[in-house]
T-cell receptor, first 111, second 112 residues
Framework: GQQVMQIPQYQHVQEGEDFTTYCNSS?????IQWYKQRPGGHPVFLIQ?????EVKKQKRLTFQFGEAKKNSSLHITATQTTDVGTYFC???????????FGQGTRLTINP | ETGVTQSPTHLIKTRGQQVTLRCSSQ?????VSWYQQALGQGPQFIFQ???????GRGNFPPRFSGLQFPNYSSELNVNALELDDSALYLC???????????FGEGSWLTVV
């Protein structure tokens, strides 16, 4: 079935360093969504990207959607300990109602 | 707070038993989706209900069944529980199929 590949699986950084997670699909996506899940918590919606080449920013977070609408990235500038958690991309495949989630990138931070 | 509430929050069942999980959607939302999240994995789509009808199903066996009520709340039923069914079960509601979904806090199921 449709898969969304997300890398890396884990990332450990020093507080203040940047962090990036990447999401790739073999097929064109209707949109891509990003979620954050804190340890022991549930996924929390961060943002949705719809347009080809779209870039959106939320404070220190920058989200990009590829020109071909097959890949996306989330970049965090100057990480803080509050950024700890697992970041998931989720793709809504064209014509389908379900979301297909990537495997997630677990971010840990050394203060 | 997303306004999506799930119960119970934690439960332990024995292999072969049946379980019912419940979800109340956010006010104004008529679409409910259920996801299974195994430890260390991303959520996997089980099925979606829209206006009391199943509106899409993932790759889960028939022993996973659901229901949506006129008030748009929903149930997930799992029969003949297996050890691999141990997971976090997430309910998510949206205003329409395909719109942004908002997750509840989930029900942690342990099958022993």
């Amino acid at each position: 079935g449709q898969q969304v590949m997300q890398i890396p699986q884990y990332q450990h950084v020093q507080e203040g360093e940047d962090f990036t997670t990447y999401c790739n699909s073999s097929t064109t996506l209707s949109n891509i969504q990003w979620y954050k899940q804190r340890p022991g918590g549930h996924p929390v919606f961060l943002i949705q990207l719809v347009k080809s080449g779209e870039v959106k920013k939320q404070k220190r977070l920058t989200f990009q959607f590829g020109e071909a609408k097959k890949n996306s990235s989330l970049h965090i500038t100057a990480t803080q300990t509050t950024d700890v958690g697992t970041y998931f991309c989720a793709a809504q495949i064209q014509g389908a109602q379900k979301l297909v989630f990537g495997q997630g990138t677990r971010l840990t931070i050394n203060p | 707070e997303t306004g999506v509430t799930q119960s119970p929050t934690h439960l332990i069942k024995t292999r072969g038993q049946q379980v019912t999980l419940r979800c109340s959607s956010q006010s104004g939302h008529n679409t409910v989706s259920w996801y299974q999240q195994a430890l260390g994995q991303g959520p996997q789509f089980i099925f979606q209900y829209y206006r009391e009808e199943e509106n899409g199903r993932g790759n889960f066996p028939p022993r996973f069944s659901g229901l949506q009520f006129p008030n748009y709340s929903s149930e997930l039923n799992v029969n003949a529980l297996e050890l691999d069914d141990s997971a976090l079960y997430l309910c998510a509601s949206s205003s329409l199929p395909g719109n942004t979904i908002y997750f509840g806090e989930g029900s942690w199921l342990t099958v022993v």
